[in-house]
């Protein structure tokens, strides 16, 4: 019995850490975009502007298929996130677009929303990758092309 708590201890504290590691994407996330929203009034999803189509629409037309090599520069500035398969890009870029904090933190905090980092851009570095990207400035989140 003492080795099957001993087991799962390590366990729990792997989970906890993952569960901390996942609150700082979080709270970076956050912050950079308050950052990037404070620097102009303009970035603050100005891309939208006033036009009065629904954003799902206005959004529309920073979607496409692009490789690795589109998305290298983002993911080199920090602000390149993959969405996972389960939900829509559109349905995040809305979230990121409206402010929606409490989405954009639960996807975050459950790994359907992370931000890429130097193993996942190694191994695209090496193939020919085709990803669905979508722009909501000031950050670029994507998905594997199907």
Same mark, same amino acid.
């Given at each position: 019995m003492a080795m099957a708590s001993s087991t799962t201890a390590p366990a729990k504290e792997d989970e906890e850490k993952e569960?901390?590691? &996942?609150? +700082?994407?979080? &709270?970076? %996330?956050?912050?950079q975009l308050y950052l990037m929203s404070e620097e102009s009034e303009q970035m603050k999803y100005g891309m939208l502007?006033?036009? !009065? &189509?629904?954003? /799902?629409?206005?959004?529309?037309?920073?979607r496409g298929q692009v490789d690795w090599s589109?998305?290298?520069?983002?993911?080199?500035?920090?602000?390149?996130?993959?969405?996972?398969? !389960?939900l829509a890009l559109e349905t995040v870029?809305?979230? +990121?677009?409206?402010?929606d904090k409490e989405s954009v933190d639960a996807w975050l905090k459950a790994g359907d929303l992370v931000k890429i980092e130097s193993?996942?851009?190694? =191994?695209? /570095?090496?193939?020919? =990758?085709?990803?669905?990207?979508?722009?909501?400035?000031? %950050?670029?989140?994507? =998905?594997? !092309?199907?």
């Open positions: 569960d901390g590691n &996942r609150e +700082i994407a979080a &709270r970076a %996330f956050f912050a502007g006033e036009d !009065a &189509r629904p954003t /799902e629409e206005k959004l529309a037309k920073y589109y998305l290298k520069p983002h993911f080199e500035t920090g602000s390149l996130y993959f969405v996972d398969p !389960a870029g809305v979230a +990121i677009s409206s402010d193993l996942h851009a190694s =191994q695209w /570095e090496e193939g020919d =990758q085709l990803f669905e990207a979508l722009v909501v400035s000031p %950050f670029v989140v994507c =998905q594997l !092309a199907l």
